[in-house]
Protein backbone atom coordinates (compact mmCIF):
# COMPACT_ATOMS: atom_id res chain seq x y z
CA UNK A 1 0.00 0.00 0.00
CA UNK A 2 1.34 3.22 -0.73
CA UNK A 3 1.44 5.90 1.76
CA UNK A 4 2.64 9.90 1.72
CA UNK A 5 2.54 11.39 4.97
CA UNK A 6 2.98 15.02 5.31
CA UNK A 7 4.30 16.45 8.84
CA UNK A 8 5.92 19.66 9.89
CA UNK A 9 2.73 22.68 9.39
CA UNK A 10 2.44 25.18 11.54
CA UNK A 11 1.81 28.74 12.27
CA UNK A 12 4.98 30.95 11.73
CA UNK A 13 5.23 34.86 11.36
CA UNK A 14 6.15 36.23 8.44
CA UNK A 15 10.01 36.13 7.62
CA UNK A 16 10.05 32.66 9.57
CA UNK A 17 10.72 29.33 8.11
CA UNK A 18 9.23 25.89 8.09
CA UNK A 19 10.50 22.43 7.21
CA UNK A 20 7.98 19.56 6.14
CA UNK A 21 8.47 16.75 5.63
CA UNK A 22 6.98 13.74 3.66
CA UNK A 23 7.30 10.18 4.25
CA UNK A 24 6.83 8.00 1.62
CA UNK A 25 6.38 3.79 1.49
CA UNK A 26 4.92 1.61 -0.86
CA UNK A 27 6.80 3.05 -3.72
CA UNK A 28 9.38 2.29 -5.84
CA UNK A 29 12.20 5.25 -5.97
CA UNK A 30 13.11 4.71 -9.22
CA UNK A 31 9.98 4.98 -10.26
CA UNK A 32 7.90 8.02 -9.00
CA UNK A 33 9.00 11.39 -8.37
CA UNK A 34 7.17 13.40 -5.52
CA UNK A 35 5.67 17.25 -5.56
CA UNK A 36 4.99 19.73 -3.68
CA UNK A 37 1.38 21.28 -3.96
CA UNK A 38 -0.57 23.67 -1.21
CA UNK A 39 -4.43 25.08 -1.14
CA UNK A 40 -5.43 28.06 0.11
CA UNK A 41 -8.86 28.48 0.69
CA UNK A 42 -11.29 29.18 -1.92
CA UNK A 43 -8.20 28.50 -4.78
CA UNK A 44 -7.44 25.65 -6.67
CA UNK A 45 -4.44 22.65 -5.97
CA UNK A 46 -1.08 25.03 -6.73
CA UNK A 47 2.22 22.80 -7.56
CA UNK A 48 5.10 24.40 -5.44
CA UNK A 49 8.27 22.21 -6.18
CA UNK A 50 9.14 18.04 -7.38
CA UNK A 51 11.84 15.83 -7.16
CA UNK A 52 12.96 12.87 -8.81
CA UNK A 53 13.51 10.25 -6.58
CA UNK A 54 16.12 8.59 -8.36
CA UNK A 55 18.33 11.80 -9.52
CA UNK A 56 17.15 14.65 -7.49
CA UNK A 57 16.06 16.40 -10.45
CA UNK A 58 14.24 19.38 -8.54
CA UNK A 59 11.60 21.71 -10.48
CA UNK A 60 10.27 24.72 -8.87
CA UNK A 61 7.10 27.02 -9.06
CA UNK A 62 8.41 30.77 -9.68
CA UNK A 63 6.40 31.48 -6.32
CA UNK A 64 8.95 28.96 -4.44
CA UNK A 65 12.27 29.42 -6.16
CA UNK A 66 14.92 31.37 -4.13
CA UNK A 67 13.04 30.95 -1.55
CA UNK A 68 12.00 26.88 -0.94
CA UNK A 69 14.28 23.93 -1.55
CA UNK A 70 13.28 20.22 -1.99
CA UNK A 71 15.51 17.91 -1.00
CA UNK A 72 15.27 13.73 0.03
CA UNK A 73 16.55 11.54 2.21
CA UNK A 74 16.78 8.37 1.04
CA UNK A 75 17.48 6.22 3.74
CA UNK A 76 14.40 7.76 5.77
CA UNK A 77 12.58 7.73 2.57
CA UNK A 78 11.05 11.12 3.37
CA UNK A 79 10.82 14.16 0.91
CA UNK A 80 11.52 17.55 2.75
CA UNK A 81 10.19 20.97 1.38
CA UNK A 82 12.41 23.91 3.51
CA UNK A 83 10.34 27.12 3.20
CA UNK A 84 12.49 30.36 4.03
CA UNK A 85 11.17 33.78 4.01
CA UNK A 86 7.78 33.06 4.42
CA UNK A 87 4.90 35.09 2.98
CA UNK A 88 1.00 35.80 4.36
CA UNK A 89 0.17 34.60 1.01
CA UNK A 90 2.25 31.20 1.35
CA UNK A 91 -0.86 30.24 3.86
CA UNK A 92 -2.54 26.61 2.67
CA UNK A 93 -2.30 23.38 3.11
CA UNK A 94 0.26 21.89 1.97
CA UNK A 95 0.37 18.31 0.46
CA UNK A 96 3.05 15.65 -0.74
CA UNK A 97 2.12 13.60 -4.11
CA UNK A 98 3.60 10.48 -6.36
CA UNK A 99 3.91 11.35 -10.16
CA UNK A 100 5.53 8.51 -12.48
CA UNK A 101 8.96 9.32 -13.59
CA UNK A 102 8.69 9.22 -17.04
CA UNK A 103 5.94 12.08 -16.56
CA UNK A 104 8.57 13.96 -13.97
CA UNK A 105 11.31 13.82 -16.25
CA UNK A 106 9.34 15.50 -19.34
CA UNK A 107 7.91 18.33 -16.93
CA UNK A 108 11.29 18.95 -15.38
CA UNK A 109 12.79 18.81 -18.99
CA UNK A 110 9.89 21.89 -19.55
CA UNK A 111 11.09 23.86 -16.55
CA UNK A 112 7.50 23.13 -15.28
CA UNK A 113 5.47 21.15 -12.52
CA UNK A 114 2.84 19.73 -14.17
CA UNK A 115 -1.24 19.81 -12.49
CA UNK A 116 -2.09 17.51 -9.85
CA UNK A 117 -4.11 15.30 -11.87
CA UNK A 118 -0.89 13.84 -13.04
CA UNK A 119 0.09 12.98 -9.82
CA UNK A 120 -1.14 9.13 -8.44
CA UNK A 121 -1.04 9.29 -5.33
CA UNK A 122 -1.57 11.97 -2.54
CA UNK A 123 -1.41 12.63 1.32
CA UNK A 124 -3.51 13.91 3.31
CA UNK A 125 -1.67 17.81 3.55
CA UNK A 126 -0.61 19.70 6.65
CA UNK A 127 -1.64 23.41 7.79
CA UNK A 128 0.60 26.22 7.75
CA UNK A 129 -0.52 29.52 8.37
CA UNK A 130 2.12 32.62 8.14
CA UNK A 131 0.60 35.53 10.14
CA UNK A 132 1.43 39.25 8.63
Known amino acids: EVQLVESGGGLVQAGGSLRLSCAVS????????IGWFRQAPGKGREGVAC????????TYAYSAKGRFTISIDNAASTVFLQMNSLESEDTAVYFCAAEKSVIHSTAHALGTIFPANEYDFWGRGTQVTVSS
Open 51 to 58: IGLSDGSA
Open 26 to 33: GLAFDEYA
